[in-house]
């Protein structure tokens, strides 16, 4: 249990995601990777929170999701789960952490929801991976797919670009769709394929599908949480809105701290912990007794 939890607050779960589908109510799904955004978010009345891989690049700096490991998704997934009380909360499984054999995907996706306070996985992979994700939700454990741009097969596809935007990529995804709700998915992540594409799948499946530079279609949004804040600046997907320009308001408040440091107006006795004048007296007479 996360350490602010409010036994009294209701977490989302897989049930109310299902129902947001059927009576149209749009799925808000973020992903965070600290305590406080996962806080923020959390009251923000985001539905569902994910610790999505690509804090590698975005908190962690690295060139893309394929670097980070199954023990610092652990360690992000904690931090997370003790800032949040409402949201369902999904963990990424990284690269390698469920490809390499069934055995080690389940155990590798049940550490997320019995160490880190996850209530469910992320995995990428279509047909490929139906297998695995029928063994770890056989295990208990609620698994969202992912298909359409798998950043973990960025090598592969050859760069960040659009899929399903031929007949026969656009079948194969629609086949990868429908396979992983046959296997247990809970909901399905779509992320950069045509808004039509998005739409059909979306209408295809009994589960939720939750968009990213998928179309309007999608039954509910994601997005990284330091793109939609303006924190990233290192590139800009089309897909990204940016709802916040945090990036120059922190510039902007730390540039003023720094003046305030140098000029010593920071800190002023507001931000001072005072001794009385007697005591300090006192304390200086003692010292000059001392001498
Ligand atoms: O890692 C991530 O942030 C994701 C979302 C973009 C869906 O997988």
Redesign the pocket.
């Known amino acids: 249990m996360s350490s602010i939890e409010n036994k009294s607050i209701k977490r989302v779960t897989v049930r109310d995601l299902q129902r947001m589908k059927g009576s149209g109510e749009k799925i808000v799904a973020l ?1 965070a990777s600290d305590f406080s955004f996962a806080r923020l978010f959390d009251r923000s009345g985001v539905d569902l929170i ?1 610790v ?3 804090l590698a690049m975005v908190s962690l700096g690295h060139e893309n ?1 394929l670097s980070i490991t199954l023990d610092e998704m652990l360690h992000h997934c904690k931090a997370v789960a003790r800032g949040s009380c409402k949201s369902f909360l999904v963990g ?1 499984m990284p690269f390698l952490s469920y490809q390499i054999n069934v055995a080690d995907a389940v155990k590798n996706a049940g550490r997320f929801l019995s160490e880190a306070g996850m209530n469910g996985v ?1 995995l990428e992979g279509g047909l490929m991976i139906v297998n695995t994700v029928e063994a770890i939700v056989r295990a208990g454990i609620p698994v969202m797919g ?1 298909i359409g741009l798998m ?1 973990q097969y960025v090598n592969q596809i050859g760069g960040y670009i659009v899929q399903g935007n031929d007949i026969s990529k656009a079948n194969s995804l629609l086949e990868d769709a429908l396979a992983l709700e046959k296997a247990g998915c809970f909901a399905l ?1 779509l ?1 950069s394929i045509p808004q039509q594409l998005g739409h059909y799948i979306t209408d295809k499946l009994s589960i939720p599908t939750i968009g ?1 530079g998928s179309g309007v279609y999608c039954d509910g949004q ?1 997005l ?1 949480g330091y793109d939609l804040l303006g924190l990233f600046e290192e590139f800009k997907p089309k897909f990204v809105k940016r709802y916040g320009n945090l990036s120059s308001q922190i510039i902007k408040a730390v540039e003023q701290y720094s003046r305030e440091v140098k000029d010593s107006s920071f800190p002023t006795k507001n931000y001072s912990h005072m001794m009385s004048p007697d005591e300090f007296k006192s304390f200086l007479d003692a010292k000059n007794d001392q001498l």
């Open positions: 992903t994910l999505g891989d690509s999701t990424d992320k992912h950043p992540v992320e990213i994601v990284v």
